[in-house]
C-alpha cells in the first residue's frame, strides 16, 4: 500500500502506513462496546432519558481526546479514551450538583445546568493537566503510593457493579437502598439469564482467544440470546433495550447560551468544582501513565510522561467544549492497537476517525443492544478493574499467616478506606482521601528510627594497629566511646526520636559519640534545630560529640554552616570518615585513662611487648643488631611492590598503610600504625615485594632490623631470632582474631 506522508509540527514527518491503518480501525472497532458504557455511566445519575447523549458524550470522548492526545502526546500508539475512574468521577460531580446548589439560589440545579458544570470540570481538569505536563510533574504522579491506587481501582470496580445491578436484574429504575426488598422482588430470570449468558461468552473468548476482542463478541452473542428468546415469545419476561438514540452533532457546549444566573454561581461552587477537577486531572494523568509504561514494554521506546499529558490536557479540555467526557490513555486499545500493526501517533488519529465515521453512520443500531448485556459486559469489565494485588493481600491476611503483618495491615488499611470513600461517597472525595492518606503514609515512613545502627568502642576500634597495652585499655573502657550510624532523612518526623536516642546513648554512659552522616540523605531545619539543642546539651554534659564524613564545602558541609551547628560542634568535630573519628577519640580516652600522650612519647627497645621475654643478654645481642631510623611527615618509608628488606618497630608516630587503586592515581587507606607495633614483618618471613604502601602521618622514629641482620641473629643468637619470630606470630595470630571479633560484631 501506498503511503502518504503527512506533515507533523516542526518539520518532522510522520508516514501513514498500513499498519497504523489496522492498528486504528481494530482498536475502534473493540473500543465501541466500552464507549458507549462509560457514556451511559456517566449521566447515569441524569435518568433513562439522557442515555443517548451519555452515549454520545462517551463516543464524542474518543473522537477528541483520542486525536488530540495522538498529535500532541510523546507516546507512539497510545490510544485514549473514556474510561471507568473518569466516567464515574464525571458521574459523581453530576449527582454532586443534582443533590444541592451551592449557589445564590437554593434547589437542585436542572440536568441541563448539572451537565454545563461537569463539563466545565472536564474543562479545568484538562487545564490541570496542562500545567502537570508545563511544570514537568509527571514525573511525581509514580510517586503516588500503590495502596491509594489500588484503592481507586476496587472503589471504582464495585460502582461499576453497583450502578449495573437493574439491568442486569432487569428492574426498571435504579435500585435503592430504602426498597431494596421491593425491587428484588421484580427481578427477572431471563434477563439475568441473558446477562449471564453474555459474561460467560466474554470468559470463554478470554481463555481460548487472547487477542481476541472478548467484549464485542459477548455484546453479540448476549445480543442474539436476548432476541432468540424474545422471538420465543418470552419477551415480557426480559428488561428493556437501549432504546432510540437521536445523532446530534458535536457543538460547544460551553459557549452555548445558559441561564445567567448559573454563571453567577459559579465562582461560589469553585470549591467544590476545583477538587473534582483535579480528581479528574489526576486520575486520568495515572492511567495515562500507566498505559505509557505499558506501551514501553512493547516497544522498548523510553515512556515522555510530560509530553503524554500535555497531550491528555489539550484532549481534555476540547472534548468538555464538544460535549465529550474526560479521556485517558488505555492500555486495552493501545496494546491491540500495537499487535494490529500501529505504531505511530497517526494510528491515534486513525481510530478517532474510525469512531467518528461510527457514529455519523451506523449510531442508530446501538439503541437495540439489551441493557442486559451492556450490564454483563459491564460487570466483566469491573471483574477486571479489581487489583489483583489487594486481592492477593486480602487473602494473605485472613487465611495465611505472614511475617510482616504490619506492613500488610497499613496497606490493607488505606486501600479499604479509600475503596469504602468511593463506594459511599464519591471519587471526588475518595481521590481526596488518597491524597492524604498518601502525605501521612509518607511522613509515617520516613519517621521511622533513622538510626541504622549503634555500636561501642570495645566493640568495634579504629584500623590503627595499637600496641597491647593500648587495646586493653580500649577493651576495658572502650564503651565511652558510641558511634551512631544515621540513614534516610532527618526531618521533623524522626529528629525527636533520634534526639531520643541520643539521650539515652549518653545516659548509658557514652561520653565520646559519633554520629555517621554517611547515609543521610537530607537534613530539613527542624532535624537541624534538635541536632544543634542536642549537641548543646551534650556539650554541657561534659560529652565529646563529633560528625563523620562531612566533606568541607559539600552540601551538606554548607547546610549545618548556615545553620550555625558548626559554631556549636566546632570544625575540629569533623572528620572525612568514622575510622578517623574513632582514632581521634580512642587517642583522647587512652590520654585520659593513662594520663599519658599517645604520640609524643618515644617507645624504648626494651620496652616494646615483643622482647618482654629476652633476659637482659639476649636484649643487648638485639639492641646491636635494630638501628633507629627517622621519617618527616608525609615521607613515603617504601611503597607497594618494593622489595621486603627490614622490619620496622613504631618508637614514636603514626604511619599509614595504604593500597594503590588499579586504573587510577589515588591510594586507599586500610589502616594506621601507632608506637609500640611493628609493619614490614613480612619481609622476615617470605621475602616477597611489599604488599602496600606505609606513609609517615607524624613525625616518626623507628626501630630498624634488616633481613642481613636477622640472617646473622638466626646464625649467632637462634633462640633471640626465634624469640622475635615468636613474638611476630602471636602479634599477627592476635591481629587476625581482634579482626575476627570486629566481622562478628558488625554483623551483628
Known amino acids: 500500500m501506498r503511503k502518504t506522508d503527512i506533515e507533523m509540527g516542526k518539520g518532522s514527518k510522520l508516514k501513514l502506513s498500513a499498519g497504523d491503518l489496522a492498528g486504528g480501525f481494530t482498536a475502534a472497532i473493540v473500543s465501541l462496546p466500552t464507549n458507549l458504557m462509560f457514556g451511559i455511566i456517566a449521566f447515569g445519575p441524569l435518568g433513562e432519558q439522557y442515555v443517548s447523549l451519555g452515549v454520545l458524550a462517551g463516543m464524542y470522548s474518543s473522537v477528541f481526546v483520542g486525536i488530540f492526545a495522538s498529535l500532541f502526546g510523546g507516546t507512539p500508539g497510545m490510544i485514549s ?16 450538583f443534582l443533590a444541592n446548589k451551592t449557589g445564590a439560589a437554593a434547589g437542585a440545579l436542572q440536568p441541563m445546568e448539572a451537565l454545563y458544570i461537569a463539563f466545565l470540570a472536564v474543562l479545568i481538569g484538562g487545564i490541570f493537566q496542562t500545567l502537570f505536563a508545563v511544570f514537568r510533574l509527571g514525573d511525581l504522579i509514580k510517586y503516588i503510593p500503590y495502596p491509594v491506587i489500588a484503592g481507586f481501582l476496587n472503589g471504582a470496580a464495585v460502582l461499576v457493579i453497583i450502578t449495573q445491578l437493574g439491568n442486569l436484574l432487569g428492574i426498571s429504575g435504579a435500585m435503592r437502598s430504602a426498597g431494596w426488598l421491593e425491587s428484588l422482588s ?70 452555548r447560551e445558559v441561564n445567567p444566573e448559573l454563571i453567577r454561581t459559579i465562582p461560589s461552587i469553585l470549591p467544590k468544582l476545583l477538587p473534582a477537577a483535579f480528581s479528574i486531572a489526576l486520575l486520568g494523568s495515572i492511567d495515562s501513565m500507566l498505559a505509557s ?43 491491540l492497537n500495537y499487535w494490529a500493526g500501529g505504531r505511530t501517533r497517526l494510528s491515534g488519529v486513525v481510530y478517532s476517525i474510525t469512531i467518528l465515521l461510527f457514529v455519523l453512520f451506523l449510531f442508530p443500531v446501538i439503541g437495540f443492544v439489551p441493557r442486559a448485556v451492556i450490564a454483563g459486559v459491564l460487570v466483566m469489565m469491573a471483574l477486571q478493574i479489581i487489583d489483583r494485588w489487594s486481592v492477593g493481600l486480602y487473602r494473605k491476611l485472613l487465611f495465611q499467616r505472614v511475617r510482616q503483618k504490619r506492613e500488610l495491615l497499613v496497606n490493607f488499611v488505606i486501600i479499604t478506606a479509600v475503596t469504602l470513600v468511593t463506594v459511599f461517597f464519591n471519587l471526588v472525595m475518595a481521590v481526596i482521601v488518597g491524597i492524604v492518606l498518601a502525605i501521612l503514609m509518607f511522613v509515617v515512613r520516613m519517621s521511622k528510627n533513622v538510626i541504622r545502627r549503634s ?27 558510641r558511634v551512631i550510624e544515621l540513614e534516610g532523612v532527618l526531618f521533623f518526623g524522626s529528629a525527636d526520636r533520634f534526639a531520643t536516642e541520643l539521650r539515652d546513648q549518653v545516659r548509658e554512659g557514652a561520653r565520646y559519640v559519633i554520629l555517621d552522616m ?13 541536632l544543634v539543642q542536642t549537641a548543646r546539651r551534650l556539650i554541657r554534659d561534659g560529652v565529646c560529640l563529633a560528625l563523620s564524613y562531612v566533606q568541607t ?9 548556615d545553620f550555625n551547628v558548626l559554631d556549636t560542634i566546632g570544625n575540629d568535630a569533623l572528620f572525612t570518615d568514622t575510622d578517623a573519628a ?30 618482654s621475654d629476652l633476659k637482659k643478654r639476649e636484649l643487648r645481642v638485639v639492641t646491636r643488631a635494630f638501628q633507629t631510623v627517622e621519617f618527616r611527615k608525609g615521607e613515603t618509608l617504601f611503597r607497594q611492590g618494593d622489595e621486603g628488606n627490614a622490619l620496622y618497630l613504631i618508637a614514636k608516630g603514626l604511619a599509614d598503610v595504604t593500597i594503590n587503586l588499579p586504573g587510577t592515581q589515588r591510594r586507599k587507606r586500610i589502616h594506621s600504625l601507632s608506637a609500640g607495633t611493628f609493619f614490614g614483618e613480612m619481609a622476615l618471613l617470605d621475602r616477597r615485594p611489599r604488599s602496600a604502601n606505609m606513609e609517615a602521618r607524624e613525625e616518626m622514629i623507628c626501630y630498624c632490623l634488616t633481613i642481613r641482620e636477622f640472617e646473622r641473629l638466626k646464625k649467632g643468637s637462634p633462640a633471640v631470632a626465634l624469640s622475635i619470630l615468636s613474638s611476630i606470630s602471636k602479634t599477627i595470630a592476635t591481629r587476625l582474631r581482634y579482626a575476627n571479633e570486629m566481622i562478628s560484631d558488625m554483623e551483628n
Open 81 to 96: 479514551g473514556p474510561k471507568a475512574t473518569t466516567s464515574l468521577i464525571f458521574a459523581s460531580i453530576l449527582t454532586l
Open 186 to 255: 421484580q427481578i427477572k430470570p431471563l434477563n439475568v439469564l441473558v446477562a449471564a449468558i453474555t459474561i460467560f461468552s466474554i470468559v470463554l473468548i478470554n481463555r481460548r482467544y487472547k487477542r481476541v476482542s472478548s467484549s464485542v463478541f459477548g455484546m453479540i452473542i448476549g445480543t442474539l440470546a436476548y432476541y432468540l428468546l424474545r422471538a420465543a415469545g418470552l419477551g415480557e419476561a426480559l428488561g428493556p433495550v437501549i432504546g432510540r438514540i437521536d445523532f446530534a452533532r458535536p457543538s460547544l457546549w460551553l459557549l
Open 293 to 335: 509504561l505499558a506501551i514501553q514494554n512493547l516497544t522498548n521506546v523510553d515512556p515522555k510522561t510530560n509530553k503524554d499529558l500535555l497531550g491528555q490536557g489539550v484532549g481534555n479540555m476540547i472534548s468538555a467544549c464538544f460535549g465529550g467526557i474526560a479521556g485517558s490513555g488505555y492500555v486495552g486499545r493501545s496494546s
Open 455 to 481: 555500636y561501642s568502642g570495645n566493640m568495634i576500634h579504629s584500623r590503627t594497629k595499637r600496641d597491647e597495652k593500648h587495646i586493653a585499655v580500649l577493651k576495658t573502657h572502650g564503651d565511652q566511646i
Open 518 to 530: 554517611k547515609r543521610v540523605d537530607e537534613i530539613d531545619s527542624t532535624g537541624v534545630r534538635i
Open 553 to 561: 564545602d559539600s552540601r551538606l558541609w554548607r547546610f549545618l554552616s
Open 582 to 611: 574513632l582514632e581521634f577519640f580512642e587517642n583522647r580516652l587512652l590520654e585520659n585513662i593513662l594520663q599519658e600522650p599517645v604520640y609524643e612519647a618515644t617507645i624504648a627497645l626494651e620496652d616494646f611487648s615483643c622482647f
